[in-house]
């Protein structure tokens, strides 16, 4: 399986920008589809964004729709989550995820590998 490693949280005021970087080492990561999911604080988590494995199908909650884009560089392992326009609702844990069969889709169960996560904060 891959390995996944987040960074780029921080904290940021409403209205500010984020960059996560998610890198992939091990199996070819093109080979993997890429999503990122986010849990709140007691809350379950929940499907943020996903690229297909060569980056030309996307899809976004409709949450964040709109503010956030993701997306990969097959060539450096890479996947981002670039986030504007912050609400202290994006407040979560981001995870990077990853799913070799390409079909997940937003169902967290299906996903292959998870990255340790990395603490995003919004404040109002």
């Known amino acids: 399986q891959v390995q996944l490693v987040e960074s780029g949280g921080g904290l940021v005021q409403a209205g500010g920008s984020l960059r996560l970087s998610c890198a992939a080492s091990g199996p070819t990561f093109s080979n993997y589809a890429a999503a990122w999911f986010r849990q709140a604080q007691g809350k379950e988590r929940e499907f943020v964004a996903r690229?297909?494995?060569?980056?030309?199908?996307?899809s976004y909650a409709a949450s964040v729709k709109g503010r956030f884009t993701i997306s990969r560089d097959n060539a450096k392992n890479t996947v981002h989550l670039q986030m504007n326009n912050l609400k202290p609702e994006d407040t979560a844990i981001y995870y990077c995820?990853?799913?070799?069969?390409?079909?997940?889709?937003?169902?967290?169960?299906?996903?292959?590998?998870w990255g340790q996560g990395t603490q995003v904060t919004v404040s109002s």
């Open positions: 995820a990853a799913d070799f069969g390409g079909n997940a889709g937003m169902d967290r169960s299906r996903y292959d590998s």
């Open positions: 690229i297909s494995r060569g980056g030309t199908v996307i």
